[in-house]
């Protein structure tokens, strides 16, 4: 029904750059708010970026300006591409899929990809 594969995490340097990607197998990807979301060890789940049908975007402040949310419909597929990397940033990095006005936690969820960054 639906599956959603993060992949491109792993261990950079500060101040480098990863790309991660969302492999969405989602019914009207089209239609879908996509999102990053990211936890951290002992925090909570936090918006990262997401990516409206129309390409909206919204990115939490801490990223702003290094992070971009990107889609590609007819791959059904979601980037992040991060950059200016810093230790703040370490987390497990989940893809969602969202009907749009809906709540994220109303949506489907990766299992997550790790990106660690190292001072």
């Known amino acids: 029904q639906v599956q959603l594969v993060e992949s491109g995490g792993g261990l950079v340097q500060s101040g480098g750059s990863l790309r991660l990607s969302c492999a969405a197998s989602?019914?009207?990807?089209?239609?879908?708010?996509m999102g990053w979301y990211r936890q951290a060890s002992g925090k909570l789940r936090e918006l990262v970026a997401d990516?409206?049908?129309?390409?909206?975007?919204t990115y939490a402040n801490s990223v702003k300006g290094r992070f971009t949310i990107s889609r590609d419909d007819a791959k059904k597929m979601v980037y992040l591409h991060m950059t200016r990397l810093n230790p703040d940033v370490t987390a497990v990095y989940f893809c969602?899929?969202?009907?749009?006005?809906?709540?994220?936690?109303?949506?489907?969820w990766g299992e997550g990809t790790q990106v660690s960054v190292s001072s």
């Open positions: 969602n899929s969202r009907v749009v006005l809906r709540a994220p936690a109303s949506g489907s």
């Open positions: 990516i409206t049908p129309g390409g909206s975007t």
């Open positions: 989602v019914a009207n990807f089209r239609n879908k708010v």
